[in-house]
């Protein structure tokens, strides 16, 4: 017969050789071939992990492997000359489902139970004895019908040809133990990971293609809409013609003059200035999403000094635009304040409250306010002017620095003074705010003189022709060339000429 190897696992101790070792494997497989017929009383049973804190392993190192429905076959004289018993009715057990039972005092063990004992498993009790009990026997059958004092029962062991007799009472007793579940607290943890897995995402068909219920849905919400604003139109345009409405009006007619006299009109530096805010916004607010939404960068940037500052390429990108976005905004509030056109967009009297109201009733009404922008701006205008320049955009850029990797780490006072989280909570309303303003300044640029307005930004003139138009077309052409070549293949280049650029 051939010789028979155990297989041999993981080492027990970390860098140990594999278990178990190697003596006893070919121990094990020399007596498997030198007695065929007891090889699995020799064969060793691989030991697993100990059963307390520091203890051995577990089995003992004495233990062998019991042979599974095997039983010892008697020699052929003691065959010729036992006496065949008779049979007697049994209620067949199925052999998986051991009864734990101890031979009784008076009762001698069976010739194999040695070899045939059930394995012992952990204790049912904290600091108990190994369960089942030692000597419990796997069963083959139970006969039905006990003693005729009806104070045991017979046990059937292997093939039948021993017969351990067992109290009934204590039969029924260790099987319902054997059943019952183990009770104690448990004692094994299942993790937080299988209660918290993420949904599997929707495939991007079925994210694309809206349902008939929310497309119906829009449509109910967009007719809503059409019906409040035209609702708030007649509603002002009926509360404007009330006399004491057109007294308001005539008192406040949406405007004011400034305590300051300043020299009509647009230098061509306010155009420029004006270009390159809308160029920077638009590229900002597009990595500012893409930040939000990037949930697996694929290319990093890291400055040379510091290789542990690692951040994503679109952060980056993100954080240079924000940079060269307050440089912008630095140089056109010192030409401001250089020549004087500080006071259009600064509130010099209290009276703009009542003109921004006024001016903002009259837009309602669709009864437009005399437009004079090339001279002085409405009450309306000057205040979202201030508003963005003076104070959306610092509170932006303090946001911003907050969260960048700019911000000193050993400040330990200043950052609990100015936590983080108040940043990110006013950060993203900030960005909203830019965006509803932008919507709502191009449509009263095209609603309120579409020509005139383009030519007061783009070609500094007040006139009514179409050269702010063209050049406003240009400057689109721009932004979108600059917003498609967003991405890493043209930014890591200029990535790379301020620090390290990586795919991880």
Known sequence: MPSRMLRRGLPRVAGGDPWPPAVEVEDAAAKDEASPTSRHSALRVRRGLPRVPGGEPWPPAEATAAPANVS???????????PEAPTAPAATVPTAAPIAAAPSAGAAPAPGAAASAVRRGLPRVAGGDPWPPAGTLPTAAVSSEGPSSGSGAEVEVGSGTEITTLPAARTSVLAADIDTPLRGARTVWNGRAPRHLPAAPAPASARRRPTWPQAIAALMGAAALGVLAGAAIAFVRALLSFPFMQDFLAAFPGEYEPAIAVAPGFAP??????????????????????????KRPTVFWSPRNNPKGKISLTLWFHQAL????????????????????WVRIVPTSWEVFPNALSAALQYVSFDWPHENGWNNYNSLQQLAYFTT??????????????????????????????????????????????????????ALVMLTGFLRNLNHMYASQDAVTWTGFWVFVASLVVIAGAWFAARPLVLAPIAKTMGTVSGR
Do not use: C
């Not at 390159?276 to 500012?288: D, T, W």
């Not at 104070?391 to 330990?412: C, D, H, Q, V, Y």
């Open 389 to 442: 320049v003076f104070l959306a955009a610092p509170l932006a850029a303090i946001t911003g620095f907050r969260m960048s990797g700019m911000w000193p780490k050993k400040a330990e006072r200043l950052s609990k003074a100015y936590p983080v989280e108040w940043a990110r909570a006013l950060h993203f309303p900030v960005m909203l705010y830019f965006v509803v303003f932008i919507i709502a300044h191009v």
């Open 72 to 82: 010892p076959s008697p020699a052929p004289a003691e065959a010729s000359a036992r």
């Open 322 to 341: 924000d940079i060269l976005w307050l440089v912008n905004g630095v140089i056109f509030v010192v030409l401001l304040i250089v020549t004087g056109h």
């Open 269 to 294: 530096w306010v155009g420029w200035q004006h270009f390159f805010n809308v160029f920077l916004m638009v590229l900002i607010i597009r990595s500012g999403l893409r930040v939000r939404s990037e």
